[in-house]
């Protein structure tokens, strides 16, 4: 079955320190991989997206994200974190099959320490 | 810049009663989805229109539920005779026409801030 998980429902930082969310996936086909954060009141944003090529893709608000594919992750990485970041993120995946959708995983709640 | 825009933000109403939500998507953005979202869990996909079209819905979509792009511009979700479980943030996206060579479900999709529905 298509799916996607999230390791860590809740996560705490300090602030300056790094960050790593876990995003395992579990798709047939070539998976097409994103994260959206999600903060309190507002809608999901779009940080980042990979479908082919590089496999380290460049984010917006200094994200960065690694696509493994003999581990089936999709890492998000950022190295130093901003009490802004205290959000909600999920990792989604979708391919370029007919039918398939976007899959988005359980999310990861990150709480910033100041 | 606009965004997306849902209406209303919060519904709270009774078992039975049937309730509609509006999306209006960024100008000119042909696709245009819905999802729902339950506490703790990421949203899950119910429909996708192009332009007017209907061309997706989900198995969550159940005939309880119906959706509508009329005019290729706004779309409505309504649901009638709510239950308990249909208690969710509803949310909506939209994606202009992306590259002829990369799926739909690939372009950005730009979300609303959603629809919390309380079905009491």
């Known amino acids: 079955a298509q799916s996607v998980t999230q390791p860590d429902i809740h996560i705490t930082v300090s602030e300056g320190a790094s960050l790593e969310l876990r995003c395992n996936y579990s798709?047939?086909?070539?998976?097409?991989l994103f994260w959206y954060v999600q903060s309190p009141g507002q809608g999901l944003q779009l940080l980042l997206k990979?479908?082919?090529?590089?496999?380290l893709v460049q984010g917006i608000k200094g994200f960065e994200a690694e696509f493994k594919r003999s581990q089936s992750s999709f890492n998000l990485r950022k190295p130093s974190v901003h009490w802004s970041d205290a959000a909600e993120y999920f990792c989604?995946?979708?391919?370029?099959?007919?039918?398939?959708?976007?899959?988005f995983g359980p999310g990861t709640s990150l709480s910033v320490i100041p | 810049d606009t965004g997306v825009s849902q209406d209303p933000r919060h519904k709270i109403t009774k078992r039975g009663q049937n309730v509609t939500f509006r999306c209006d998507p960024i100008?000119?953005?042909?696709?245009l989805y819905w999802y729902r979202q339950t506490l703790g869990q990421g949203p899950e996909f119910l429909t996708y229109?192009?332009?007017?079209?209907?061309?997706?819905k989900s198995r969550l979509l159940s005939d309880r539920f119906s959706a509508e792009r009329p005019k290729g511009s706004f779309s409505t979700l309504e649901i009638q005779r709510t239950e308990q479980g249909d208690s969710a943030m509803y949310l909506c996206?939209?994606?202009?026409?992306?590259?002829?060579?990369?799926?739909?479900?690939?372009?950005?999709?730009?979300f609303g801030p959603g629809t919390r529905l309380t079905v009491l």
């Open positions: 996206a939209s994606s202009p026409t992306g590259q002829a060579i990369l799926p739909r479900h690939t372009d950005t999709q730009y």
């Open positions: 798709y047939g086909a070539t998976p097409y």
């Open positions: 990979y479908f082919s090529g590089d496999t």
């Open positions: 989604a995946v979708t391919s370029k099959t007919s039918y398939d959708k976007v899959i």
């Open positions: 100008s000119e953005h042909n696709r």
């Open positions: 229109f192009q332009n007017e079209a209907q061309l997706e």
